[in-house]
């Protein structure tokens, strides 16, 4: 472990210097007016791809934004690690909540605040850097493949033809993503399962146009009122989403599976402080820890509708708007969810409006298991870089590639991230510890070194 602290020390320097660079790219797949400022980052990762000494390195097009391949094959016979990652990131938006640019990557209190520093930049280039770290110091224990990808924030929907196409080149033993978090420095943990996701936008339109709110409120529906409602339904009084069959699927831990995830440290007065919030709110009967792992949501993500403009302008709106999401649980599939939710808000949808109901994109849940190989060397890896054993997590966000990969390619994932879930990920003031960046580049050459140690046994 010595050439890999003394390698990170000698160059910690320029390692934050290149990931800053890479931050100052506003590479937002959602909007637009981004989209050459996405392809010029899909280019600086594949040249610091190749500085780091991976060969074979291509910006590879889609029918959206690019992926960015690369590898090193230092021997056949030993094992493949394909590192996922994606060098797109969330909108900035409300930018007057930050309190310095979105992209003008800024160090504070040894946190680097920028869009993308979490999520995923920061984490996916720990492993750019390992790599060299390993490739530079004679090392790599295990060949290495690279698949960074530009279409995350928005779905990935090109990563599945992808990778369906590209099979052989893509041929490995494990899948290692740092794309998730971890308790703390002080408890390390590692994620053993990913909820999945249904994203939709839901339209309720009344007249055929904005109304002067006195002459004519009182007569006509207000679609902004029909939808706060149609919204509101959604759970009862114990905060249970009363969607029929929603439930019918979603596969309940046993009181002892609960027990253990509950062990993982966690103080509820300091989680409602750093919120500032009174009280927590949740389905009745599960614990925090149990609300953001175990079991499915759903969440309001954006409503609108009528002037939202300075001032004063009384008017009765033509429309009114919402984007919805549901993190679901094994077994839920998020097509059957969406066609639930679909059918559910067109059967409770009064008559005096019109609703429509549009899919964006989804993602089914994953669990990755905790005796393969791959997941031993990762805890060993850990264990030795934090001098503690990590703990076993489930983790709130959705990741949808990993379902993918498992399926087309045939391989399971290991969840290593070096995230807090403090780190604002799709919220003003984004960051990334720069100890969190350092531990990260620390503990990934450990893992490939385990996992090729373990591989033979």
């Known amino acids: ?57 291509e910006v590879c097009p889609t029918g959206g934004y690019p992926i960015v391949f690369g590898e090193k094959i230092v021997d056949p016979s030993l094992p493949t690690v394909l590192v996922y990652g994606h060098y797109d990131v969330q909108p900035p938006d409300p930018l007057d909540l930050w309190k310095t640019p979105p992209f003008e990557p800024t160090v504070r209190d040894g946190k680097i605040y920028a869009r ?21 110091t004679g090392s790599l224990a295990c060949n290495i493949k690279f698949m960074i990808e530009g279409e995350e924030e928005v779905g990935s929907s090109n990563l599945g033809i992808f990778v369906k196409e590209n099979k052989e080149r893509l041929k490995a033993d494990v899948v290692l993503i740092s794309d998730t978090s971890m308790i703390s420095l002080e408890n390390p943990s590692l994620e053993t399962g990913l909820r999945g996701l249904s994203y939709l936008e839901v339209e309720v339109t009344g007249p055929n146009r904005d109304l002067h709110s006195g002459v004519y409120g009182g007569a006509v529906a207000n679609p902004a009122t029909i939808l706060a409602k149609i919204i509101a339904s959604l759970h009862d009084e114990n905060n249970h989403i009363t969607i029929p069959g929603f439930y019918n699927d979603v596969q309940e831990l046993s009181a002892q599976d609960r027990e253990e995830l509950n062990k ?35 969440e309001v993500n954006g409503i609108w509708g009528g002037y939202i403009g300075e001032g004063a302008k009384t008017v009765l709106p033509s429309k009114a708007t919402a984007k919805i999401s549901m993190r679901l649980v094994p077994n839920q599939s998020s097509d059957k969810i969406t066609e639930l939710f679909t059918k559910h808000i067109e059967s409770i949808t009064p008559k005096y409006v019109k609703v429509k109901v549009t899919p ?27 001098g503690k054993k990590p703990i076993p997590t489930r983790g709130g966000g959705s990741i949808p590639i990993v379902s993918l990969f498992e399926q087309e390619l045939g391989i399971k994932t290991v969840l290593m991230g070096f995230g807090l879930d403090s780190d604002n990920l799709h919220s003003p003031n984004e960051k990334l510890d720069i100890a969190n960046f350092l531990k990260g580049i620390e503990t990934i050459p450990l893992f490939h070194k385990y996992f090729a140690e373990l591989s033979k046994s």
């Open 264 to 298: 993982a440290p966690f103080d509820e007065q300091e989680y409602k402080e750093d919120l500032g919030v009174d009280e927590l709110w949740g389905e009745k009967g599960y614990t925090a820890i149990e609300h953001t792992g175990i079991r499915p949501t759903l």
């Open 116 to 136: 993308g520093a979490c999520d995923d930049k920061g984490q996916f280039y720990m492993h750019v850097k390992a790599f060299e770290l390993m490739d530079k």
């Open 360 to 386: 964006h994109h989804g993602g089914e849940p994953v669990v990755t298991p905790t005796n393969s190989v791959a997941f031993k060397a990762a805890e060993k890896a850990i264990e030795e870089a934090f």
């Open 1 to 57: 472990m010595e050439h890999i602290t003394k390698y990170i020390e000698e160059n910690q320097s320029r390692f934050l210097a290149e990931l800053f660079a890479l931050l100052r790219f506003p590479s937002v797949s959602a909007d637009p007016k981004y989209k050459n400022d996405v392809l010029k980052t899909a280019d600086f990762v594949a040249e610091k791809l190749k500085e780091a000494g991976a060969q074979n390195v």
